[in-house]
């Protein structure tokens, strides 16, 4: 797969504006890597746990009913590792050092996940775009797991006769 030139030349510009940064990537909402500034740092397994991480932050979100998902971070006793959505099928993560000034992180990342973005949606032409069914409404809530839940019917009827 090439990567635009364009896309590595945000993530370069991401790592000149944020010295502290360890490493960046791009990837698709299931994990597959898109592009990577990660010297140091195994970008598939990033982008994998990143997918991960993204898909329970959205669970959580959804169900304190705080909408949509925008980034989430994780501070660690050796830096900070940030996730941004970028768009609803890609996120970029970002993985700094400790002294990093978090405000200045995001400042940074979101502006380069917006020009990510753009730069994104160029690439795609509108006819050859697939279409990702989304889920409408509200999320559907987790399956609930009970100790009857796990009992066999004959078990039950036993129970309840008994």
Known sequence: MTVDPAVLEELGRLRSKVPELSGSVLATADGLVVAHD?????PDTLAAL????LALARRFAHAVNHGELRESVVE??????TSYT?????LLTVVTS???NLAMVHLEARRCVRRLIKIM??????Q??????TQSGPPTPL?????MATLSNVSRRRQATG
């Not at 949606?121 to 509108?126: C, F, G, N």
């Not at 399956?143 to 100790?147: Q, S």
């Open 143 to 147: 399956a609930r797991r009970t100790p």
């Open 76 to 81: 660690c006793d050796g830096g900070y590792i």
């Open 121 to 126: 949606a160029l690439e795609t032409a509108p």
């Open 38 to 42: 990660s010297h140091g740092l195994e």
């Open 98 to 100: 400790g002294d990093a």
């Open 128 to 133: 050859l775009r697939p279409q990702i069914p």
């Open 50 to 53: 990143a997918a991960a991480h």
């Open 86 to 90: 970028a768009g609803p099928n890609a």
